[in-house]
């Protein structure tokens, strides 16, 4: 391992500091990082504390952004270190995707979650910019996508649900949303750029679509009776409607976003009106398909084809892979870690986010203490347990990691920090750190530390001190009654 050549003893969270020993005082920083990895020397720093002089040495502007941010949370912790800090990350792609659609959380919003991102060294924001809930982003192409479904009837995503997802106006004084501007997205990249932090735009396809299918009927399914698939959730892959409209956003969203990554989902198709629709079935006979899943296989390749021709690459949710990944596509493990595994086997970059570890959304402690949320516990000290390089996964490939924060229990800003912090830190060290130097005794310390510090920052965050003893043992699943749970940190 190239790393612990250097006694990396950095951690993602708080740095620990070294002491000054002659061969690190007389190691030029040049040669000190001269056998990491390119992209990890761009973020390598090593920071000298002298007791009265702090010095900062990096190869880049980002380094040298990487150091300042460790001071920061030196300053805010009251931490007075001596000695040094050689630090530079473990994984490249560190990541947090927000979903905007289920709720829609606005600028401010996002880019205080930048400044927190930040301050952890994580450095990919992914938002999750439309899905049946709502269209997010302006498109100029193709206005109806916000002037009809950007507004919906009902507060939160179960209230739309149950109205039996009814979409309205900017001007109706009871609808619910929002969306963002170009302007405002510019600007929301150039803020995250300033912070060495890439925004990866996503436009999900073929499914999580309806309201796609609301504004513009021509990307529907079209039944042998000549009538559309109203209200479907997949958008059609045998109408030239879908490839026009999909390209022109794509289009736009890419002068927008200057991510060499760009999303485009590719999760949960239920391809239900696929094999009742005259174009499909026609796209089917003219390509030879038998099977109707090679439709998205179908859209997969047209879009990749595209995104490429405007020299980036897409990245998709791990079904990307049931239906042949173009060459070049990344694919992002979601439904547990088999995704990237397969996607390693195969030769395929990936990153991992499996929802087992890394989608905050999921309670992060009991039920009947929580606010309502989803699936098993993901606890904080479980998720920092995650270690995202599986037995026989191929670590060339191995993007990074992420976690994902999916808003239909989610509604408000401040519901959706609270689930964010404190496993975002941990999701942070895991990222940066080296596992053999993970310990999760000593990031729970400096965990709650720092949890302090983000509340006195103005976030809304879980209360560790009331975690229960499940949670703080790690456990994923709820034992039966009266099980005795072991705690020891
Ligand atoms: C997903 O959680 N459906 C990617
Ligand atoms: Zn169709």
Redesign the pocket.
Known sequence: MKFLLFLALSIGLVPAPVKHTPEREHTSFKKAVAQLEPWQQEEAYRITFDGKHVKIEALTPQGRFRAQKTLEQLELLGEKPVGTIFDYPRLRHRGLMIDESRSFKGLAFLKKQIDAMALLKLNVLHLHLDDSAGWRIESESYPDLTRETAFRKGRTYHEWEAGKYQFTTADDPDGYGGYYTKAQLKELVAYAAERFITVIPEIEMPGHSMEVGYAYPQVLCEHPNGRLHMGAWDLCPGSEGTFRLLEAVLKEVMDIFPSPLIHIGG??ATMKTWSQCVNCRKRMEQEGFTDIKELQGYLVRRIEAFVRSHGRRIIG?DEILETGVPEGAVVQS?RGVEGGRKASALGYDYIMSP?SHCYYNYYQDLIRKEPKAVGELVSLRFTYGYEPLGEGMDPAHLLGVQA?L?TELIPTPEHAEYMLYPRLFALAETAWTPAALKEYKGFRKRARALLDVFQSLGYQTFDMDSESDLARSGLQRFPPEGTPIPIDD
């Open positions: 999760d949960e949710w979601w929802n994902n999916w």
